[in-house]
């Protein structure tokens, strides 16, 4: 083609964009498939005797001897060959008898809930999400993920498609329609043991249009408090809820933040995401402040909230990048003890699996470079366990 050939682009209808929607879904649906190939569906890994021991903090001489013990109370898994190997639900049954880390959620307490926020998309906010959602998981906690995103991303990454697998009912649409009195009805398990899954569908975008109608037309309407209600009797039945809210500070998003006992924020360490992340602090300022003068009119108590815990987390971190030493001192000087001390570094295995649908938690045996998925992979159980260790506290603090 000649150089100087200019591109004209043609008018863009309706009907066309149609089109091109009906065509992208065909497209990720194939794609889908092909990379879950040969098994259309996802499936959870298996676990080597001696990943069990490392998981349940002992030796593997320890855990063959637990194994051969009369009246074995933990599962005994399968020999394959030379190893031992333990499904997902195995392993999660050693880890909480086993693993003297492990501390069951008191009597009386109730499930935190949890919220990845985050006003930049892109900041690996729904991987962040189902990163602490297995991994927490894997250590003995029982965990319920909901998506918030009209994007379904998360939806995605636990194995249902949206467009196809995935009606407007099963989502949290009638709850919030005033359908259901709660969202006990929307929470259905994954692929994944352990982590049950309140889906999201595109149509998602349209509680963003319903509530602020509702709450123009009916004053004493308290918006920001559905989901802290809805989500209430789920506490009892769920150590840890976590959140996937929009990438933008929405009724949704408010919502969630409302709901929350804690919250994660995941920031790439680069100027563009560090600005994003104090705007989202200022509009949420400035919205709580809007609701408060609200009900200050009406002569209502106003709103307070206070959280258990709010963590930076610096995900993809590219140590190579210059700007990263500069951009992370602006982080640690705005957010001071917030910041969590363990970094996500940027890498081929989380971009890789995300191709994939998939995560790092997901993997099996490793194909690549060893010490690289090792590096990766000990970042995310750090991470996992300073949130366990802060819901732990928060329990403690509770009951």
């Not at 993920?145 to 467009?163: F, G, H, K, N």
């Not at 929009?246 to 995941?266: C, D, H, K």
């Not at 930076?312 to 971190?317: A, E, P, T, W």
């Amino acid at each position: 083609m000649n150089a100087d050939t200019r591109f004209i682009a043609e008018p863009v209808t309706l009907d066309r964009i149609f089109e091109v929607n009906a065509h992208a879904s065909l497209v990720l649906e194939a794609a889908r498939e092909r990379m879950l190939e040969p098994h259309p569906r996802k499936k959870p890994p298996v676990y080597t005797g001696l990943q069990v021991a490392q998981l349940c903090g002992i030796t593997k001489p320890r855990l063959n001897y637990l194994v051969g013990r009369p009246n074995c109370s933990v599962p005994v898994g399968r020999v394959d060959g030379k190893n031992r190997m333990f499904t997902l639900a195995e392993t999660r049954e050693w880890v909480k008898q086993i693993n003297e880390e492990y501390v069951a959620r008191p009597d009386g307490a109730e499930g935190l809930v949890i919220s990845c926020s985050n006003l930049k998309g892109g900041s690996t906010k729904t991987t962040t999400a189902l990163h602490l959602a297995q991994g927490l998981s894997l250590r003995g906690r029982k965990v319920l993920l909901v998506d918030l995103d009209s994007q379904c991303s998360l939806t995605t990454l636990c194995d249902r498609m949206p467009e196809s697998e995935v009606q407007d009912e099963e989502t949290v649409m009638p709850f919030f329609y005033g359908d259901e009195p709660d969202l006990r009805y929307a929470a259905k398990p994954t692929y994944w043991d352990g982590v049950d899954l309140i889906p999201a569908t595109f149509s998602l975008f349209q509680i963003e249009v319903v509530l602020p109608v509702q709450a123009s037309e009916d004053g004493e309407f308290e918006f920001w408090s559905l989901l802290e209600r809805g989500l209430a009797p789920l506490r009892k039945d769920y150590d840890v809820i976590i959140i996937d809210t929009p990438p933008s500070l929405s009724y949704l998003t408010f919502n969630a933040i409302y709901a929350a006992n804690g919250i994660v924020m995941p920031m790439p360490p680069e100027a563009i995401d560090f600005a994003s992340s104090a705007m989202f602090w200022r509009l949420f300022s400035d919205l709580f402040r809007i609701v408060n003068l609200r009900l200050k009119r009406q002569n209502k108590p106003e709103l307070t909230k206070v959280f258990d815990f709010i963590n930076v987390l610096l995900s993809r971190v590219n140590t190579q990048n210059v700007a990263t030493s500069v951009v992370r001192s602006w982080i640690s000087a705005a957010y001071e003890d917030m910041v969590l001390p363990v970094e996500i570094p940027s890498s081929g295995v989380t971009s890789g699996k995300a191709s994939e649908f998939g995560s790092i938690y997901d993997i099996s045996q490793y194909q690549g470079d060893r010490r690289t998925y090792q590096r990766i992979r000990e970042a995310c159980d750090r991470f996992v366990e300073l949130v366990d260790q802060q819901i732990v506290c928060a329990w403690n603090r509770g009951v």
